[in-house]
């Protein structure tokens, strides 16, 4: 994949198998026009012949995580137009609507600590923006933190409180 805005690893079609999403790979070519794909696994391997254009317009970024708690990762692809797109699979997908265009980067992971993935967008503002995880494909609205613009945003736990971290 030369020259792909960026790559994660999800369970797309729910075969078991792990799939390549890549963003920024128009018709086997690279391109700055911000298309989203799917590479599905099979038996053999990946083979880029098989791809599957997800078919979002505006992508910036994508994330994977577990959105919906089912146990496989689900895609989600941030768009310039302020929605981020969730696929739970390649052909069941929802939009989360964010206040305004404002997303330079999205990431996966429990901000709050309730056990369910979150989605995190940074802005080239002064405010991430964390949408919670209400379980069965519901979200909270969008909440705002203080921040600085962030290229890149990262959820995790680095210390012994146990408490998530955005990075």
């Keep these: 994949m030369n020259e792909a805005a960026s790559v994660r690893i999800v369970d797309l079609n729910h075969d078991g198998w792990a799939d390549i999403a890549v963003l920024g790979v128009v018709a086997g070519e690279c391109s700055a026009r911000g298309g989203s794909f799917a590479f599905p696994r099979q038996q053999r391997g990946f083979s880029a012949a098989g791809f599957t254009d997800l078919g979002v317009e505006k992508a910036v970024e994508i994330a994977a995580a577990d959105f919906d708690s089912d146990g496989s990762d689900d895609l989600a692809v941030l768009r310039s137009d302020g929605l981020v797109t969730v696929f739970w699979s390649e052909t069941q997908r929802q939009d989360v609507h964010l206040p305004g265009n404002v997303g330079l980067c999205v990431a996966g992971g429990d901000v709050d600590g309730d ?53």
């Excluded at 080239?124 to 923006?129: D, F, H, K, N, V």
């Excluded at 962030?150 to 736990?157: C, F, K, L, M, T």
């Design 115 to 167: 056990g369910r993935s979150d989605l995190v967008v940074g802005t080239s503002g002064e405010a991430l923006w964390a949408v919670r995880s209400g379980g069965n494909r519901k979200w909270f609205p969008p909440e705002s933190y203080s921040a600085h613009a962030a290229s890149q945003v990262v959820v995790g736990r680095v210390d012994d409180d146990n408490s998530p971290i955005l990075c």
